[in-house]
């Protein structure tokens, strides 16, 4: 294990991160340093806005799979390598909007938490057109 991997590692577990956000952020520092064949230290701004670019056109990732591993670029430059961080040079990328999913009356009575007993249909249209109400309509 390198003094930096070690490092990270410590920070990780001493900012008390959950494991999978531990190997999370170490595989993507791990990948970063690979594609330019460098140490982490020896890299740049430069450096993550053409790596992130590389994620979203060779490897086609979705833009929150780009913001994890900018993130853990982040935390390793700021907290780890204790080095300054610009959003502004180094921006997280825009994510995409998408429409909510809106189930069937079938559906809800399908994923009902009590299997044995599904809800009825007029009793899952209900649900469906759940509605706030305010003092004024009481």
């Not at 069937?104 to 009902?112: A, G, L, W, Y």
Request: overall charge positive; some cysteine; hydrophobic content about 30%.
């Amino acid at each position: 294990m390198t003094a930096l991997r070690k490092k990270m590692t410590d920070e990780l577990v001493r900012r008390n991160y959950s494991e999978g956000t531990a190997r999370a952020y170490l595989r993507s520092v791990e990948q970063f340093a690979r594609y330019f064949n460098r140490p982490p230290d020896q890299l740049g701004r430069e450096h993550i806005r053409e790596y992130a670019a590389h994620l979203f056109e060779a490897r086609q990732l979705s833009s929150s799979s780009v913001c994890q591993q900018v993130a853990a670029l982040r935390f390793f430059y700021v907290k780890t390598f204790r080095k300054g961080w610009s959003v502004e040079d180094t921006p997280y990328p825009k994510r995409g909007n998408s429409l909510p999913l809106i189930l069937s009356v079938e559906e809800v009575s399908q994923t009902s938490r009590c299997r044995r007993y599904p809800i009825p249909p007029h009793v899952a249209d209900d649900r469906l057109r759940y509605r706030r109400t305010t003092c004024r309509d009481r």
